[in-house]
């Protein structure tokens, strides 16, 4: 089972624009994590946001995760064609082997 | 690259038989996860050793086991093998048991004809 739901699926935008995907999880969490996943390659750590962090930052990503709604957001700002990846988010509990993937968001960046 | 190697890139057999994936996780990582992606489930975590032992285990089927070795290497063993096993199977390894930044091997693909 899926903890956590991305949300668009689907995402196209132009070089330049912010792009921006939700993710929604159902239980507590000790962290959130955000991966990138180039088409059937591996997947790639992002960036990680703790359950007592509202924001977060690295390069162009920017991470906001709100408990209360136990949701959580990325925004990749000035994106460029090598943006163009799969995009998840993963809940973890804390507990043994507890990290959860949810469905993805494809990004498609286009020149 | 991460540092985690997986072999084979690519796997095509026949229903029925056993096939084993192998991993070698990123020099100095403790726990070594194993999950299955596919179109129509997405990425199911399988299982995760730490130093060696059995941590926890998620949707793996019966006909699946995996172990980890002293020199912390894992394989993942699939049997009596059906089509709907077909799916990209990754590895990957962290540091310590906290699940914190999984460093992901390049897969394998796994084609159950």
Known sequence: ?111 | DSGVTQTPKHLITATGQRVTLRCSPRSGDLSVYWYQQSLDQGLQFLIQYYNGEERAKGNILERFSAQQFPDLHSELNLSSLELGDSALYFCASSVDRTNEKLFFGSGTQLSVL
């Not at chain 1, 906001?64 to 709604?69: C, G, I, Q």
């Open chain 1, 1 to 111: 089972s899926q903890q956590g739901e991305e949300d668009p699926q689907a995402l196209s935008i132009q070089e330049g624009e912010n792009a921006t995907m939700n993710c929604s999880y159902k239980t507590s969490i000790n962290n959130l994590q955000w991966y990138r996943q180039n088409s059937g390659r591996g997947l790639v750590h992002l960036i990680l946001i703790r359950s007592n962090e509202r924001e977060k930052h690295s390069g162009r990503l920017r991470v906001t995760l709100d408990t209360s709604k136990k949701s959580s957001s990325l925004l990749i700002t000035a994106s460029r064609a090598a943006d163009t990846a799969s995009y998840f988010c993963a809940t973890d509990d804390g507990s043994w082997g507890k990290l959860q993937f949810g469905a993805g968001t494809q990004v498609v960046v286009t020149p």
